[in-house]
């Protein structure tokens, strides 16, 4: 299944850098999200977008910026990050927008070093 | 409070052994989802299965079983003959009909399975 793909699939980066992550979902779904995966911790969901309008924002850092120009491309702007945003970062689709159940499809995620 | 257990962090199997692999959920809701995803090492959370509340019956599909016990809250995955290819880490999630707000799928902290050639 490559109905979702990432790229950059690893990112190093410094802290004053600028840089993006970029999500495409080839599966006609109306919603796409946004997780951090750190160590040792469950999956955080930082954003959600339900037909590009952005319906949830977990409390994340401006420094984490979010664009869904359209339903199949979802972007994730990044300045300024620090050490422990460090992170594996994943990006999914579902048909239904929330709230609901529907299975969430992921992509292979991006490997984010901040140095 | 955690709404996904899965109590093993990691185990290790020697290959063609089968093994479980634990979850137990916690919610009110009477209408629910369960999944299992695996995260094999190049990252990609790969969906397994979903199950809703209602329908308990057993799934087998090849080498995966899934065992579903609304008795004791528990939703377990079974890898029959184990290979190689099945170390992972494996997810097991819970979403909830009734949840209004758009966070409503809620990830255990994962097993990881190491199968031993």
Known sequence: ETGVTQTPRHLVMGMTNKKSLKCEQHLGHNAMYWY???????????????????VENNSVPSRFSPECPNSSHLFLHLHTLQPEDSALYLCASSQDPPPSTDTQYFGPGTRLTVL | AQKVTQAQTEISVVEKE??????????????????????????????????????????????????????????NFTITASQVVDSAVYFCALS??????????FFGTGTRLTVIP
């Open chain 1, 36 to 54: 951090k995966q750190s160590a040792k911790k469950p999956l955080e969901l930082m954003f959600v977008y339900s037909l590009e309008e952005r």
């Open chain 2, 18 to 75: 089968d093994v479980t692999l634990d979850c137990v959920y916690e919610t009110r809701d009477t209408t629910y989802y369960l999944f299992w995803y695996k995260q094999p090492p190049s990252g990609e959370l790969v969906f397994l299965i979903r199950r809703n509340s209602f329908d308990e019956q057993n799934e087998i599909s090849g080498r995966y079983s899934w065992n579903f016990q609304k008795s004791t809250s528990s939703f």
């Open chain 2, 96 to 105: 909830e009909a009734d949840q209004t707000g758009a966070n409503n799928l």
